[in-house]
């Protein structure tokens, strides 16, 4: 985006999409309103932090190495951090209008790490289901993922439009083939870019604790 560490402001994207829509052709003479938002992510939960923390101790009981040491401990210590702001984020979600939070929890072993589980999995349901129940009539995805693949083309087969927004080194090759528009957000100037994310203001870190980015 510009070379700018800029995060979305997803209480505004809304708006954002359907002032992009309005000039696109096909839509161009339909009354567009938005019917709800649902935001995906793993979440980092107390049962995530316990799983690292009982790591970093059987490293410490085996004498793993200094190195390992230092990876776990920094794992810990991200993922500790980034579940308070989490909790701050998702609270602050819950008063947005029309807008739903899909969480999965985040999973964790020695060999990945901490990796997502079940994500895109949710987001594909609910895609289909509310197609079925035909709660809209154009789908708007922010995301490129190729797990995806399917659940687009049975929604378009029922008459609904899938329109994505995704970087290009975020989007899946197929992915373009089968949606019905794709916009990469590479392309989107400053003004539209404004129009739903803010470029993220570093806070000077006088205490020595680090900033962080999402």
Not at 10 to 19: A, Q, T
Not at 34 to 61: A, P, S
Request: glycine content about 4%; some cysteine; hydrophobic content about 35%.
């Amino acid at each position: 985006m510009k070379n700018q560490d800029r995060r979305i402001d997803y209480h505004k994207l809304n708006k954002f999409v359907i002032n992009y829509l309005s000039k696109i052709p096909q839509y161009k003479n339909k009354t567009l309103f938005h019917v709800r938002t649902y935001y995906y992510d793993g979440e980092y939960t107390d049962t995530l932090i316990n799983k690292i923390k009982k790591h970093h101790e059987d490293i410490k009981k085996t004498s793993g190495s200094d190195d390992d040491k230092a990876i776990v401990q920094e794992i810990l210590t991200k993922a500790e951090r980034r579940l308070g702001a989490q909790k701050k984020e998702i609270f602050r979600m819950s008063s947005f209008p029309f807008f739903e939070t899909r969480l999965k929890p985040l999973q964790y072993s020695k060999k990945n790490g901490i990796f997502q589980k079940g994500v895109d999995v949710q987001l594909a349901v609910d895609l289909v289901s509310n197609a079925y129940l035909d709660n809209y009539d154009v789908a708007v995805l922010f995301s490129g993922d190729i797990d995806l693949y399917e659940s687009v083309k049975l929604v378009k087969t029922l008459g609904k439009h899938v329109i994505v927004f995704s970087h290009n080194s975020l989007m899946a090759r197929g992915m373009t083939k089968v949606c019905d528009y794709y916009k990469d957000l590479h392309w989107l100037d400053n003004a539209q870019l404004d129009e739903f994310t803010h470029i993220f203001q570093h806070r000077p870190n006088n205490t020595g604790a680090r900033a962080l980015v999402s």
